[in-house]
């Protein structure tokens, strides 16, 4: 066993000690992927994405579909201090298999962004109390394509954010509350499994974990077994 010293840096993320706790970021990392890019004197753009209508108009194919798989996969790994691109990520890589002009516009769009944003990441709290809780939304219909619906959450422990997703649910739901319900359940399972890594962990929570939701009918799903199925 060796002493390798306070942690500065590992698999690309950079690790600062405060004195309040933590603070994690990506900024060589998300460098890199602009250079590759030929984007890093690029103008920053401060939203991620144009609108989805817009992205799908084009069906003329990518000349150079391993460049875009590639620059895509990066920004997949560039989420774990970067959770604002969640949702924008995962839908460009919906089309990894044949991107589009189009589709490569919005990954310009997530560069530029980045190009303002690249000092952000992510602060952990070492005073913070140990209690677990939740926050599910869905987007009702939003693809245009297949009109599923995307789950969005993000569980806290605390003061901080430690698990968070933005991902297309995998069947249609006929209403904003089927919606609505089937993202409170994922958010359910996953605060379930981290309840159970803190407890292997030897971490008792203060309390029972909470899951906050925004919509009334699928709140009252959840007291109402009949509606279940």
Not at 22 to 40: F, G, P, V, W
Request: aromatic share 10%; proline share 4%.
């Amino acid at each position: 066993m060796k002493d390798l010293d306070p942690l500065h840096y590992f698999l690309g993320i950079q690790i600062s000690p405060t004195a309040e706790g933590l603070t994690l970021s990506q900024t060589k990392y998300t460098l890199d992927i602009l250079e590759r890019d030929k984007m890093h004197d690029c103008k920053p753009m401060g939203t991620l994405m144009m609108p989805r209508t817009k992205g799908l108009t084009s069906q003329i194919p990518f000349s150079d579909p391993a460049h875009y798989r590639s620059i895509v996969g990066a920004l997949q790994y560039l989420i774990l201090t970067h959770l604002d691109l969640s949702y924008s990520v995962n839908f460009v890589s919906q089309f990894m298999h044949s991107p589009t002009e189009a589709n490569y516009k919005m990954v310009k769009c997530i560069l530029r962004y980045l190009k303002g944003t690249v000092d952000l990441g992510l602060h952990f709290s070492s005073h913070s109390t140990l209690d677990l809780y939740a926050f599910s939304d869905a987007d009702w219909a939003g693809c245009p394509t297949t009109r599923r619906s995307t789950t969005g959450y993000c569980v806290f422990f605390g003061s901080n954010c430690i698990s968070w997703s933005a991902k297309k649910q995998h069947t249609v739901s006929r209403s904003s509350s089927e919606a609505e319900y089937r993202a409170m359940a994922h958010t359910t399972a996953e605060l379930t499994w981290i309840s159970f890594l803190l407890r292997d962990l030897g971490i008792h929570l203060t309390s029972m974990p909470l899951l906050l939701c925004d919509n009334i009918s699928a709140l009252y799903m959840t007291v109402n077994p009949v509606f279940h199925a």
